[in-house]
């Protein structure tokens, strides 16, 4: 089982910065990407940006170039460097891991959630 674990969240007034992290624990045989989403109050979970192993970035429009997700696989880490935020970057904040795990003889791919992690942008 793998067990991912975010940090970062909190309270930001408009144009300022955070940054998330989320580390992952358990029997991780490879990574294939690891993204971050988010779930506004009343609105369905979107993807806010995800990283291949290759370390292939791709983000939601909203978030292009102020947001920057990075990883550290030594660490087992994926961080979202949030700049320039807005109020609409209220929201709860989800890692998601898509990874492969090895159970004795056995691969597969399997898809993990972290618990997620409050960000407010208010003055």
């Known amino acids: 089982q793998v067990q991912l674990m975010e940090s970062g969240g909190g309270l930001v007034q408009p144009g300022g910065s955070l940054r998330l992290s989320c580390v992952a624990s358990?029997?991780?045989?490879?990574?294939?990407?690891m993204g971050w989403y988010r779930q506004a109050p009343g609105k369905q979970r979107e993807l806010v940006a995800t990283?291949?192993?290759?370390?292939?970035?791709d983000y939601a429009d909203s978030v292009k170039d102020r947001f920057t997700i990075s990883a550290d696989n030594a660490k087992n880490t994926v961080y979202l460097q949030m700049n320039s935020m807005k109020p609409e970057d209220t929201a709860v904040y989800y890692c998601?891991?898509?990874?492969?795990?090895?159970?004795?003889?056995?691969?597969?791919?399997?898809?993990?959630w972290g618990q997620g992690t409050q960000v407010t942008v208010s003055p």
């Open positions: 998601n891991w898509d990874v492969e795990v090895r159970r004795g003889f056995l691969y597969s791919r399997e898809n993990f």
């Open positions: 358990g029997s991780i045989y490879s990574i294939v990407s």
């Open positions: 990283i291949t192993r290759s370390r292939n970035p």
